[in-house]
């Protein structure tokens, strides 16, 4: 939707930036070129007027986002998990961002509800509550269903929020082009890369039917977990703008005193919740990556319960042992092993020395281990890891990030129960049975078997992919062209029959 309101909220940005005293701010962060801070300065003082106050509260960047409107506020959350773009000091600005917003009215609640499930509200629900929770894109309401008399919770879009975040998107592309122009320093940034990266979450999050889908397999994989719980999705009330699920009862996590009256044991819930991030994040490669104590309760039985799934992570499982052979070595305390393991999974080039490496990484972990055990903190070692990896080369693994800023946010509910807990006491059996089931003997055998699968696919296709290659290697023209399709194929070959063999003999 390119158009005038692009200049309009180009204008009004650099006005609210100017306003709330945030824009100098960002000029040094991003060590913006004299031209572009001139010229951004120049654009915003005649319009100042335009700009939005904010919450004198905040400080100056969250001020101006929080002023500016849901969409700003949902992509100063999402810059929020990229501290290899904004840097420490604004990331810790951004965390304190609140979608928070005033409500809209039960009645076009209902209406959004009836226009996309197609019913009648008041004959599937009872009891419809007023909003119990108002956020940036959408707020939630508590009923009864009426054929059951069970409690749940009623996900709703706000109207009309697709087409003004498809608006304010525009803008920022608009925005972000502006910047590549005026600024060709700050193109190592990648503006447009990390506006593409918001687009996507936000519409992620602009259909609910994406949200339902998250949770249906988080509580798929996590169904064993003992003391964890999630509320189950009801899929046949539930659309692209309505999602309605299991009310979850409980206190909230971050309410200490309200759980010292239950009787809940603090020090319990606070080794539990770090160790079930990490069984998610690297048994099953799918977390929850917004686990504040805002998504999180605790049952009348102890049983810790997560709900709202709009963000979550994903990390493929090679990934996984690279990252929890990362930690091991730091908990061992192995720096020469953690080197090398970069350098195994190409995070690091090979032009480096491994040796030079193992001492930064040594020059990281040794300061957090002269700590007292209740000061360590996994999520300060990791931003360390990414400062040092950085300088020698490793390029930015989004996934990474956001593993390590839910770490973060993890480790801070943890803490908040239990000020001294020792994190690495807690992670280590965590990582170490991971360890052991994923690069043990049995590790092997069941990445073997897989191969044999994967094989056995191809099997009627075999002979025709060897015949091929050797007609290939046969014509002069293609000669030592590509002899690594022939032994691609034969040592295919010779893995299924061999491993074949193996099996009957």
Not at 268 to 281: G, T
Not at 400 to 415: H, N, P, S, Y
Not at 446 to 474: H, K, M, N, Y
């Amino acid at each position: 939707m390119r158009g005038p309101h692009n200049i309009v909220s180009l204008l009004r940005t650099a006005a609210t930036l100017d306003r709330t005293g945030a824009l100098d701010q960002l000029l040094d962060a991003f060590n913006a070129p004299r031209s572009l801070a001139i010229a951004t300065k120049a654009l915003a003082g005649p319009f100042r007027w335009l700009g939005r106050a904010g919450d004198p509260n905040l400080p100056p960047v969250a001020r101006a986002i929080q002023a500016m409107g849901p969409a700003y506020i949902k992509f100063g959350q999402v810059l929020s998990t990229r501290p290899d773009v904004v840097g420490p000091n604004l990331t810790q600005q951004l965390r304190l961002l609140q979608d928070k917003l005033p409500p809209f009215s039960v009645d076009e609640a209902k209406a959004s509800i009836s226009a996309d499930l197609h019913v009648d509200v008041d004959t599937v629900f009872a009891d419809f509550s007023d909003p119990v929770a108002a956020a940036s894109i959408a707020q939630v309401h508590q009923a009864k269903l009426l054929d059951t008399d069970e409690t749940v919770a009623i996900k709703v879009l706000r109207p009309g929020i697709e087409r003004a975040f498809r608006k304010d998107v525009d803008g920022f592309y608009f925005i972000a082009r502006f910047v590549q122009t005026f600024a060709p320093s700050a193109r190592r940034l990648r503006p447009m890369e990390v506006i593409e990266h918001f687009e996507g979450v936000v519409n992620g999050e602009l259909d609910l039917r994406l949200e339902a889908a998250s949770a249906s397999q988080f509580a798929a994989n996590t169904e064993s977990d003992e003391g964890f719980i999630l509320p189950r999705v009801k899929w046949g009330l539930s659309g692209r703008r309505v999602m309605t699920m299991e009310w979850a009862e409980g206190l909230p996590l971050g309410d200490n005193d309200a759980l010292d009256a239950a009787g809940h044991d603090r020090v319990a819930l606070s080794e539990r919740v770090l160790q079930l991030f990490l069984r998610h994040a690297l048994r099953d490669g799918f977390f929850h990556a917004d686990m504040h104590q805002g998504n999180l309760k605790v049952s009348a039985s102890g049983d810790i319960i997560a709900y709202d799934f709009g963000i979550m992570g994903h990390i493929d499982e090679y990934t996984r042992r690279v990252y929890a052979q990362i930690l091991y070595g730091f908990i061992r305390r192995d720096y020469r092993r953690v080197a090398e393991v970069h350098f195994e999974a190409g995070y690091v080039s090979a032009d480096h020395d491994v040796e030079e490496f193992a001492r930064a990484l040594r020059a990281v972990g040794e300061p957090i281990f002269g700590m007292d055990a209740s000061q360590i903190s996994m999520g300060r070692l990791l931003n360390y890891l990414f400062d040092v990896t950085e300088r020698f080369g490793m390029q930015t693994r989004t996934e990474l990030i956001l593993l390590q800023r839910t770490m973060v946010v993890v480790e801070g509910v943890a803490r908040s129960l239990n000020p001294h807990m020792n994190i690495w006491t807690v992670a280590q059996p965590i990582v170490e049975g991971y360890i052991k089931s994923s690069i043990g003997p049995q590790a092997v055998l069941r990445d073997l078997g897989r191969t044999i699968q994967v094989l056995s696919r191809f099997g009627p296709r075999l002979p025709g992919l060897v015949e091929s290659a050797l007609i290939q290697q046969a014509e002069p023209a293609s000669r030592n062209k590509r002899p690594w399709l022939l032994l691609i194929v034969l040592a295919g070959l010779g893995m299924f029959f061999g491993f074949g063999v193996g099996i009957f003999f």
